[in-house]
């Protein structure tokens, strides 16, 4: 640059800043598909409320761009339509219940979406793994251009941190230490009820007649009573309470036991600690529960687990036994996912060569490839944070849509009926209570069936449509999805 | 300007009308102080209006605000006459280049006479001029005069003072203060002008101008000295007279040979402006500016030059990161053709 006191003289600039707002030679944006409604002040608004129709009508004519079809402002201007926030992650899974509401099936879901990314001009790579500024996830559809994709996410690819689970809530995976704790708060709360209610206590939780059944019975009803000392009495409880959970378990009865339970009835003897041995068998229950059906993993995995829990059962030395179990509990509970657990599945079939593998401590190793595979096929909270932060520094767009998103529910509209068909219905069931034969009920029976089919029928029609619209829904929001990410890429 | 002059100006006008086969009059009133003669520019109008009733004519007027009364403003809103004020800012500002007659401060009369204007006319533009020694109050100034209520915010350089580099340094800082005001203003929906922002934008989104069709000096667009002598635009009419620039007089017309050189000397191109990126967007066409900078219509304005250099990159980006976000204050500002009277509209609620 000349000196600051140098005489000004014209120079011409040999490279500007190429701007990206359309210019008179590209589209008028306000011709684009999703026009933008004119951003009336909230005078204007209030003014039209009041002015009324004529009011709406002249302004029509002088903006020639659409008239808001209400008072209320438009928020107008392009934003993420897909933030974390609204895939309602984590979840937290609900074991049991009625009147959840009903949401569009996943497959359609994906062709709408995959037909947003067509009608926007994108072609797209399907069903493919990407690896992006530091994350790798399994994406639906990805456009390398743009860089510019989705990744639709249920309970399939449901990785860490997706559910939430209550914190009472005993899931597979968790750590000695962390069981150990919930099974001494559980005492904890057990001798409380007892101390308040001995009588209900025991009708609670002795409905069974076994020999375990009996003792703890009788240590609840007459040796606990009779120790004075609060604190011997407890813990007399939770002696009585642990002997009671561990043996009172079907696995000590068996006569022909499998491996597995040959392994859970070696907890009870080999550790010592009660309240260890509680989280041991509990963890290690868990962790083989879904392996250990025959039917659905294939009898070459049953073989190969089947022999797994052989040699940890004849394992002699102690440590030895414990190292291996905590080893075959973590690696079946970091493949716990159900999906995958299913003959022929590949996840499976890797999971299978790695308990084949001789030396159990080099499972690790052996085990990165599995891991890897999982990975691929797993989103993780963490993972759609991530996405969330790169898509806002404009560095890469994959949107993370979920099947729990709002957007998802089918709203049915309150059920609505038809007048007329109900009135029918009406009149009939009258004429059926008040006909005097069999044959007239009969033949009344037929008409009002007819009447229920073709409420059906516009039920049905009625239902199709609001699934429909809540699909196209989806796909408007995603093109308005794609619409931002080209626009915070500057195109 | 004597009556004589005026008559025989308005005869003039009404004649190349006729000639030319004019619709429409655009007359600007301009001085010194124009409302020093108010009452010829009344004279003017009604006159006009009496004559001229087939033509549709705009008038303005550019005024510092200290002879502006209420009964005076409701005059000029009743003759149609749009009036804009010449206020640099806050008095601390304005007060600097713009002393009264006596010396006397003028920005107490020129705020007043903000509020009267404003008050018969929401839309009243305000032109603010930034001089080297004002360059870095610019944010600061744009934004007491868009609290002080006026939306059309005309601002320009003082082209006939000594820039310097260094003074370029400080505009650039003061023009990214500017663009944040801007963006924050256009995210908040206000609907406001300006001109240092807006004009840069509609140099991409509206149809390229060619020469021919700005402003035509000499041609199209003339001046009419209190003399009657005609001259190609207001900067070349000054109290010392430039013979050199006459295109003609009231009193005979034009001089043809005159007016033609002037024209052809205005829409020369200019060569040391040749393969600059910013050729298309840049004012360099203004001969007014181009004659206040450098004596000569045919220079391009090193001022210019320097300004548009830093200004269009700061507005451009600016533009870009409204445009990224799809406000649609940007959108239809700068795209909706009817954006300008809804905007009218809106503001006069």
């Known amino acids: 640059m000349p000196h600051k006191n140098a005489k000004l003289s014209v120079h011409p600039l040999r490279k500007a800043y190429q701007p990206k707002y359309p210019s008179y030679f590209d589209d008028n944006p306000l011709e684009y598909p999703n026009a933008y409604p004119y951003p009336f002040s909230k005078k204007m608004l209030q003014a039209l409320s009041t002015t009324g129709f004529t009011g709406v009508l002249l302004l029509s004519a002088l903006s020639g761009c659409d008239v808001p079809k209400n008072v209320s402002p438009s928020p107008g201007s392009l934003s993420n339509p897909f933030p974390v926030a609204a895939a309602n992650l984590p979840y937290r899974p609900i074991m049991f219940g009625t009147g959840l509401p009903t949401r569009i099936e996943s497959e359609d879901a994906i062709d709408f979406i995959n037909q947003a990314f067509q009608k926007e001009g994108l072609e797209m790579k399907y069903d493919t793994l990407i690896e992006v500024n530091g994350i790798r996830v399994p994406a639906n ?25 209550h914190e009472t809530h005993l899931s597979p995976g968790l750590s000695q230490p962390k069981v150990v704790k919930h099974y001494r708060q559980q005492i904890d709360y057990y001798w409380q009820q007892y101390q308040e209610d001995a009588a209900a206590f025991v009708s609670r939780h002795i409905y069974h007649d076994s020999k375990e059944t009996e003792d703890f019975r009788n240590a609840l009803e007459n040796k606990l009573p009779a120790i004075e000392n609060i604190t011997k009495r407890k813990k007399s409880f939770e002696e009585a309470y642990t002997h009671y959970y561990i043996y009172s378990q079907s696995q000590f009865n068996d006569e022909n036991p499998t491996p597995a339970v040959q392994v859970i009835v070696q907890i009870s003897d080999r550790v010592k600690d009660p309240l260890e041995v509680m989280a041991l068998m509990y963890r290690f229950g868990a962790s083989i529960s879904r392996y250990n059906r025959p039917h659905r993993v294939g009898e070459a995995f049953t073989t190969a687990f089947a022999n797994e829990l052989e040699q940890i059962r004849d394992t002699k030395n102690v440590k030895k036994w414990r190292n291996r179990l905590e080893d075959l509990i973590g690696l079946l509970s ?59 520094k404009g560095k890469s767009f994959i949107a993370p849509i979920s099947s729990r998103d709002d957007r998802t529910i089918i709203h049915r509209d309150g059920g609505k009926y038809i007048p007329e068909l109900v009135e029918q219905q009406r009149d009939l069931h009258r004429q059926i209570r008040a006909a005097s034969s069999d044959a007239q009920k009969d033949s009344l029976n037929l008409l009002l069936e007819q009447v229920n089919q073709k409420e059906r029928a516009l039920a049905k029609i009625q239902s199709d449509s609001m699934h429909l619209a809540t699909l196209q829904r989806l796909e408007n929001d995603v093109r308005l999805y794609i619409q931002w990410a080209k626009a915070q890429q500057g195109y | 300007m004597s009556r004589e002059i005026v008559d ?24 010194g102080e124009p409302l020093l003669e108010k009452d010829h ?21 550019s005024t510092n605000g200290t002879l502006i009364t209420k009964p005076l403003m409701a005059q000029l809103m009743a003759r149609r006459i749009f009036t804009s004020l010449s206020l640099d800012g806050p008095p601390s500002i304005h007060d600097k280049h713009r002393p009264q007659a006596g010396g006397q401060r003028s920005s107490r009369k020129a705020i007043e006479a903000a509020k009267i204007m404003l008050r018969y006319n929401p839309c009243t533009s305000v032109s603010c001029v930034i001089s080297p020694d004002t360059a870095m109050h610019l944010a600061d100034s744009a934004d007491y005069l868009f609290n002080l209520g006026f939306r059309y915010l005309i601002t320009t350089l003082d082209y006939s003072s000594d820039w310097t580099i260094k003074d370029f340094k400080t505009l650039k800082k003061s023009y990214q203060q500017l663009a944040d005001w801007y963006e924050n203003k256009m995210l908040s929906n206000e609907r406001f002008y300006l001109s240092f922002f807006d004009e840069r934008i509609r140099t991409r989104t509206f149809k390229p101008i060619t020469a021919h069709e700005r402003c035509h000096i000499g041609s199209r667009q003339f001046s009419i000295a209190p003399d009657g002598a005609l001259y190609p ?76 250099q830093v200004l269009m990159e700061i507005v451009d980006r600016t533009a870009d990161r409204l445009w990224k976000k799809r406000l649609p204050l940007f959108i239809h500002k700068h795209y909706n053709p009817d954006y300008p009277i809804i905007a009218h509209m809106e503001l006069n609620l």
């Open chain 1, 141 to 165: 559809a990805y456009n390398e251009q743009y860089q510019l994709g989705y990744v639709w996410i249920d309970y399939l690819n449901h990785g860490k941190g997706m559910a939430e689970q």
């Open chain 2, 8 to 31: 025989a100006s308005i005869t003039f006008l009404l004649e190349e009308a006729e000639k030319r086969k004019c619709e429409r009059l655009d007359i600007t009133f301009f001085g």
């Open chain 2, 41 to 61: 520019i009344f004279y003017i109008t009604d006159t006009l209006e009496e004559k001229a009733a087939h033509l549709r004519i705009n008038y303005k007027m």
């Open chain 1, 334 to 392: 970091d493949v716990q996912y159900y999906h995958f657990i299913k003959e022929g599945h590949p996840i499976l079939e890797e999971l299978r060569h790695v308990l084949a593998k001789e030396d159990w401590r080099k499972r690790k190793k052996h085990a990165s490839k599995l891991y890897k595979m999982i990975d691929e096929h797993l989103v993780d909270y963490s993972e759609i944070k991530k996405m969330e932060t790169l898509a806002e």
């Open chain 2, 233 to 308: 635009c207001i900067q070349f009419v000054t109290t010392e007279g430039l013979p050199e620039y006459m295109i003609g007089h009231v009193s005979h017309g034009f001089d043809e040979a005159c007016q033609a050189y002037i024209t052809h000397c205005s829409e020369k191109e200019k060569s040391e402006c040749n393969g600059c990126a910013l050729e298309d967007r840049c004012s360099k066409w203004c001969s007014c500016i181009n004659f206040m900078s450098t004596g000569s219509i045919e220079k391009a304005s090193p001022i210019v030059c320097y300004n548009e």
